[in-house]
């Protein structure tokens, strides 16, 4: 698991996700699996259900999915 912070519109939360590691010599690769975030943690509520009534089926979902990767080289 990797934890660091995830800044959205100067709001700043702690996150966790699995990642997978691996080195190639001077190259350290960082993967992720799949993970979502509520976006609404971080005030983005354009067009939330969970926020706003009365949208019907023009909502926009609150859950973003992200996949990160890292390439570090060693100077």
């Keep these: ?5 995830l800044t ?5 939360k702690n996150i966790s996700f ?3 590691i691996s080195k190639d010599g001077k190259k ?19 067009g939330s259900k ?7 089926d023009k909502f926009i979902s609150d859950n973003v999915l992200l996949k990160i990767k ?3 080289t060693k100077a």
Excluded at 1 to 5: D, S, V
Excluded at 37 to 44: E, F, L, P, Q, Y
Excluded at 50 to 56: D, H, Y
């Design 8 to 12: 959205i519109k100067e709001d700043t």
């Design 18 to 20: 699995p990642v997978s």
């Design 1 to 5: 698991m990797m934890q660091g912070n």
């Design 50 to 56: 969970s926020v706003f009534e009365g949208l019907g």
């Design 28 to 46: 350290l690769t960082i993967n992720s699996d799949e993970f979502t975030i509520d976006r609404t943690k971080w005030k983005v509520n354009y």
């Design 70 to 72: 890292v390439i570090a």
